[in-house]
């Protein structure tokens, strides 16, 4: 897909405008430094569904896309404690194929081949995945699968497809991944242990449906861990080499809701307004993401979830504050614009002071969400940080970051940092 066509000159010049401040808590600060060059592509092709009980309806989704069966792709602890992939077979009627429900989390190939052989046997048309990111993931794995045959590790890499895959429908049970609107799918294949990523827009879901009821049972921890990926997708989005005005419209506001409403879920998974508003809120930090990109933070990150077994949303959160304090001399700016959305008053804020703010401030949120603080509370040795630096040099996400990271020292202070 070709970018769209430069703007003329004068249009140039609006955008190199937009440099002249804005006007936040009463106060003129630069916003975000785009480049008058500025060219990006914004694709969301994901219709969102949204409301209480929305889920029910899943069979008229299904129709809509003009499928006849449906196969359930989920996870082995959701179809174990929870009654949800039922309710959405039930809801799905004759429709329904039946129930995958072998995903485990850091789903493999090996799990997406043995999906892609029942969905065959079955003969289906459409896949229905209800989960967190691991199910998405597989469903989207399958969904290629379905229709190109062959072996998964051949769609791997960026826009290797030509068509549009097999329709899938994803029903989120967590508030955090975002893959319900993105067009990237992470699965690990076992056999070399290594992560494979698939970047393609013709694996984006068909439809996202975002019914609260569908996270109301998720434990407090959880819901708090997650909430804390989705809030880094927001943020780094916003400090990422790719970032434009769109994903940062959706980004920050994404953070607001994310600060208003996460207290609120964790304290109270019944409250269904901020169970919806956090649904929404890591739908925004997904298209953000998937239009700019990620950064250190998810780069660290990675390295302790696939070494050390730190949960996702957990790791991002330990992370963040030391992240923002590294990148504070490149992002002053962005963070002066995210200040705001976390409630801070920037008036006495300055551009040089404003990382450091907002990693505390950071901090300070995830103590009130009762979240580990530190990496050793969440199982890192100290002795494994020198080769988790290392290893985070050569994580895709790196190299979104704003600030050009190469030198494994700077990245062991920041691990240390967080330890
Ligand atoms: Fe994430």
């Given at each position: 897909?070709?970018?769209?066509?430069?703007l003329?000159?004068?249009?140039?010049?609006?955008?190199?405008?937009?440099?002249?401040?804005?006007?936040?808590?009463?106060?003129?600060?630069?916003?975000?430094?785009?480049?008058?060059?500025?060219?990006?592509?914004?694709?969301?092709?994901?219709?969102?569904?949204?409301?209480?009980?929305?889920?029910?309806?899943?069979?008229?989704?299904?129709?809509?896309?003009k499928?006849?069966?449906?196969?359930?792709?989920?996870?082995?602890?959701?179809i174990?404690?929870?009654d949800?992939?039922?309710?959405?077979?039930?809801?799905?009627?004759?429709?329904?194929?039946?129930?995958?429900?072998?995903?485990?989390?850091?789903?493999?190939?090996?799990?997406?081949?043995?999906?892609?052989?029942l969905?065959?046997?079955?003969?289906?048309?459409?896949?229905?995945?209800v989960?967190?990111?691991?199910?998405?993931?597989?469903?989207?794995?399958?969904?290629?699968?379905?229709?190109?045959?062959?072996k998964?590790?051949?769609?791997?890499?960026?826009?290797?497809?030509?068509?549009?895959?097999?329709?899938?429908?994803?029903?989120?049970?967590?508030a955090?991944?975002?893959?319900?609107?993105?067009?990237?799918?992470?699965i690990?294949?076992?056999?070399?242990?290594?992560?494979?990523?698939?970047?393609?827009?013709?694996?984006?879901?068909?439809?996202?449906?975002?019914?609260?009821?569908?996270?109301?049972?998720?434990?407090?921890?959880?819901?708090?861990?997650?909430g804390?990926?989705?809030?880094?997708?927001?943020?780094?989005?916003?400090?990422?080499?790719?970032?434009?005005?769109?994903?940062?419209?959706?980004?920050?506001?994404?953070?607001?809701?994310?600060?208003?409403f996460?207290?609120?879920?964790?304290?109270n998974?019944?409250?269904?307004l901020?169970?919806?508003q956090?649904?929404?809120?890591?739908?925004?930090a997904?298209f953000?993401?998937?239009?700019?990109?990620?950064?250190?933070?998810?780069?660290?990150?990675?390295?302790?979830?696939?070494k050390?077994?730190?949960?996702?949303?957990?790791?991002?959160?330990?992370?963040?504050?030391?992240?923002?304090?590294?990148n504070?001399d490149?992002?002053?700016?962005?963070?002066?614009?995210?200040?705001?959305?976390?409630?801070?008053?920037?008036?006495?804020?300055?551009?040089?002071?404003?990382?450091?703010?907002?990693?505390?401030?950071?901090?300070?949120?995830?103590?009130?969400?009762?979240?580990?603080?530190?990496?050793?509370e969440a199982?890192?040795?100290?002795?494994?940080?020198?080769?988790?630096?290392?290893l985070?040099?050569?994580?895709?996400?790196?190299?979104?970051?704003?600030?050009?990271?190469s030198?494994?020292?700077?990245?062991?202070?920041?691990?240390?940092?967080?330890?």
């Amino acid at each position: 897909m070709n970018p769209p066509p430069p703007l003329p000159d004068g249009e140039r010049e609006g955008v190199r405008g937009a440099k002249q401040g804005l006007l936040i808590s009463g106060k003129e600060i630069g916003t975000m430094p785009y480049d008058a060059s500025l060219n990006f592509i914004f694709w969301c092709p994901t219709k969102v569904v949204f409301g209480e009980n929305t889920a029910l309806d899943v069979a008229i989704e299904v129709e809509n896309l003009k499928c006849k069966k449906a196969l359930i792709v989920t996870d082995r602890d959701l179809i174990k404690n929870t009654d949800i992939p039922e309710r959405v077979k039930k809801a799905l009627g004759n429709l329904s194929a039946g129930i995958f429900s072998d995903v485990e989390a850091d789903s493999g190939v090996h799990i997406v081949n043995q999906g892609a052989k029942l969905g065959k046997e079955l003969g289906v048309d459409c896949l229905v995945s209800v989960g967190g990111g691991s199910a998405i993931d597989t469903a989207k794995g399958m969904a290629i699968l379905l229709k190109e045959g062959g072996k998964l590790q051949d769609y791997t890499g960026v826009q290797v497809l030509t068509r549009p895959q097999t329709p899938h429908i994803v029903i989120p049970t967590t508030a955090g991944t975002g893959s319900e609107v993105t067009y990237v799918a992470v699965i690990k294949d076992h056999e070399v242990g290594r992560k494979l990523f698939f970047l393609d827009y013709n694996i984006s879901p068909n439809i996202a449906i975002l019914d609260p009821k569908m996270t109301e049972g998720l434990p407090s921890g959880l819901t708090a861990a997650t909430g804390m990926d989705a809030i880094s997708h927001a943020i780094e989005a916003m400090h990422s080499l790719q970032r434009e005005p769109m994903t940062d419209g959706v980004a920050l506001h994404a953070i607001r809701l994310i600060k208003e409403f996460l207290p609120r879920a964790v304290g109270n998974g019944k409250d269904m307004l901020a169970r919806g508003q956090m649904l929404i809120a890591a739908n925004l930090a997904g298209f953000a993401s998937a239009g700019a990109g990620w950064g250190i933070v998810h780069a660290l990150a990675h390295i302790v979830g696939a070494k050390y077994k730190v949960q996702h949303g957990l790791a991002n959160s330990i992370l963040l504050p030391a992240c923002l304090r590294y990148n504070a001399d490149a992002c002053g700016d962005i963070y002066l614009n995210i200040l705001p959305a976390m409630g801070v008053n920037i008036e006495k804020v300055s551009t040089d002071e404003a990382g450091d703010v907002l990693a505390q401030k950071i901090a300070d949120f995830t103590k009130t969400l009762g979240l580990p603080q530190k990496l050793r509370e969440a199982g890192v040795p100290e002795e494994g940080l020198k080769e988790c630096s290392d290893l985070a040099l050569s994580d895709g996400a790196i190299l979104y970051n704003s600030k050009f990271v190469s030198d494994s020292a700077e990245v062991l202070k920041i691990y240390q940092q967080a330890w």
